[in-house]
């Protein structure tokens, strides 16, 4: 689980601006936490609330970034920039990023500083007796060259030093076959977001979430039992194969999905996913993002989460994350929302406000850090009368 993340000089983010997942044991029986395996109760869900263009979606991107860089930035071209962007008054300064996750059974922190062009610092830590380094990067701006200390990680040393400036040392160790390394690059972070913003909801959208609803057959049956629970219309969804032609002229296999309806004689009809309703096709695209981390624990990512949703299916898509029968590894959603009634569902501690200044710098805060804030105050009607800030000034 994740317990925090922290990061500084990113997009309209100029100061440190840091997420905790704790919940105050005060609250330890407060709906969507859980134990942590490592000690101490976490959300497993997390609303970001704010104007538009306030920063909620660059709130989320370091998350989805860091664990990109982990996995996959050994795959860049060597000369290609890091993607992600500094904010324009720090643009000459390096951008930091930190987490702190369980994993294995244990609590690690992982801490970066880069600039576009190079990492200048990447560490990993784990608690035992209490936190030690596990492999630390330093670029060393005299010698042009990295130096690298490691204790238990097991990459050769003479391959550590040369990882290259804009890749991680785990992504790379990984294709050494470094286990630790191996295991740490999973896919535990599953988005609608990439480094320009939320990715749009189209055909392609349809077709990749019907690839992994065909290649799984839980995840199907899964997505098939809510979308029919949750009043859409639909009895069934099939999905039908079909080839194209690829780019080097072979043929690729591709799936299209397919809604049932019934009608008053029994019988049903199928409706091409293209034609059902935009909610429809959103609630199908966001399961194929929620399901693989309800199954395997991990973090979900998602900018404008009610996205083309009626307001009263954010709970039974919630609470997915509550049951431990659904949510059995402790899985974790992080979401931007402009429903301002999830207000009335989540605690104060679930709930980050993030509101912009006149010099274009944005600041992010939990609503339980809101000084005078009560547990029986309606959150709603308080957030809408401007008493928490993070409301338009129009």
Known sequence: MLHSFAFSNFQSFRERTEVSWQVDQRNASAAWSLDADTGGRLSTVMAVIGPNASGKTGLLKPVVFVHWFMAHSFQM????????????????????????????????????????QRVLHEALYVKRQRMGYVFVREWDEARQAYTVKQ????????????????????????????????????????????????????????????????????????????LSQWDLGLSDVQLKEFEVAGPDNTQQKLWRPYGFHKMHDGSSFA????????????????????????????????????????????????????????????????FTCHALEVLNLLHKSQV???????????????????????????????????????????
Not at 160 to 184: D, F, H
């Open 77 to 116: 071209e060597p000369s290609a920039p890091l993607p992600f962007s500094p904010h324009p008054a720090g643009a000459d300064e390096a951008t930091e990023f930190e987490a702190e996750i369980d994993f294995d059974g244990q609590l690690w922190r992982y801490t970066l500083r880069a600039t576009q």
């Open 271 to 334: 409706l091409d996913f293209a034609q059902e309703s935009s909610g429809t096709q959103g609630a199908f695209i966001l399961l194929s993002r929620l399901l693989p981390v309800l199954e395997t624990g991990g973090l979900a990512v998602i900018d404008e989460f009610e996205n083309d949703l009626h307001p009263h299916m954010l709970e039974p898509i919630l609470d997915l994350f509550a049951n431990p029968r659904t949510n059995p590894h402790k899985a974790q959603l992080l």
């Open 352 to 394: 980050i406000l993030v509101e912009k200044n006149e010099f274009n710098e944005s600041s992010a805060w939990r609503l339980d850090s809101v000084e005078g804030i009560r547990a029986d105050h309606n959150y709603y009607a308080k957030y809408m009368a401007g008493a928490y800030g993070a409301v338009p000034q129009l």
């Open 151 to 226: 204790q238990d990680f097991g990459f050769a040393p003479s391959e550590a030093v040369k990882v290259r400036p804009n890749a991680s040392l785990i992504a790379t160790a990984a294709q050494y076959g470094v286990p630790l390394a191996l295991r740490m690059v999973a896919p535990y972070v599953w988005s609608n977001i990439h480094q320009y913003g939320r990715m749009v909801q189209d055909s392609n959208q349809l077709i990749a979430a019907a690839k992994l609803f065909a290649n799984h057959d839980a995840h199907r049956a899964s997505m098939t039992q809510l």
